[in-house]
């Protein structure tokens, strides 16, 4: 179900760009937080590659991509742009991801610890994905598990990754964040990345430190 944006037009991109991180600034101000302390990625699973200048154009710099192949694309047309990966780690990719980008979003499987075992470096950070709504379909280490799986995790953990279901009411998604933040403090973990086009002002209410945003971004007629 994944929509194409193409044809984007810069001016069209910049408004939205600037309309997010107002949001942002002011989520961060309800929640007393320092809005510098939030990153935006933008999520380009949506975005062509030939169309990615049009977004640096817009002052977006840090971006995050869901397929190992497609990461390998556009980093290569874009090496001094910032990549992560937020896609699920298949483990014949993670040796091709680990070099290209600063942080993967997404570890989940025993199978991505030991090809983390095998590929990682001193440098490769991870964040451990969580699933705090119990979903039994979606990817996602359970709150139960969690410190053993980082225990068993041969490279650095640094924060937690959530995705709440989708929903067309973001207060929805706010006990989930919440437990999440939860999570990562007994933990001892300070990077959050949660929150998305739907739900990204209350995850930053709730503590995230990164938002992934895509279709936001993007929208709106040329
Ligand atoms: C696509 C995607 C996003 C962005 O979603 P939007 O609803 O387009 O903002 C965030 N995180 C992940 C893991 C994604 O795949």
């Known amino acids: 179900m994944t929509r194409t944006f193409s044809g984007l037009d810069p001016a069209r991109v910049a408004a939205n760009v600037a309309d997010v991180r ?3 600034a002011a989520a961060a101000g309800r929640a007393n937080r320092d809005p510098d302390a939030i990153e ?37 047309a874009h090496p001094d742009a910032r990549w992560h990966f937020i896609g699920q780690l298949q483990s014949r990719k993670v040796r091709q991801l680990v070099p290209r980008v600063e942080l993967i979003h997404s570890v989940a499987s025993d199978s991505a610890l030991k ?3 095998r590929h990682g470096t001193p440098e490769t950070e991870v964040l451990v994905e969580v699933d705090v709504a119990g979903e039994a379909s979606k990817a996602g280490i359970t709150p139960e598990a969690l410190g053993e799986f980082i225990a068993r995790c041969p490279v650095r953990v640094t924060g937690l990754m959530a995705m709440p ?15 999440v933040r939860e999570l990562a403090e007994e933990h001892g973990l300070a990077r959050l990345s949660m929150g998305t086009s739907q739900d990204f002002e209350i995850a930053v209410e709730e503590g ?15």
């Open 22 to 24: 107002s949001r942002i």
């Open 40 to 76: 935006l990625l933008a999520a380009v699973k949506y975005v062509p590659v030939e169309e990615l200048g049009t977004l640096r154009e817009a002052g977006l710099e840090l971006f995050g991509e869901n397929r190992a192949q497609e990461l390998e694309t556009k980093a290569e």
């Open 115 to 117: 090809e983390l075992g």
């Open 165 to 179: 279901p989708a929903t067309s009411a973001p207060g929805a998604s706010r006990p989930h964040f919440a437990r």
């Open 208 to 222: 995230a430190t990164i938002v992934r945003i895509g279709s936001v971004l993007f929208q709106g007629a040329g």
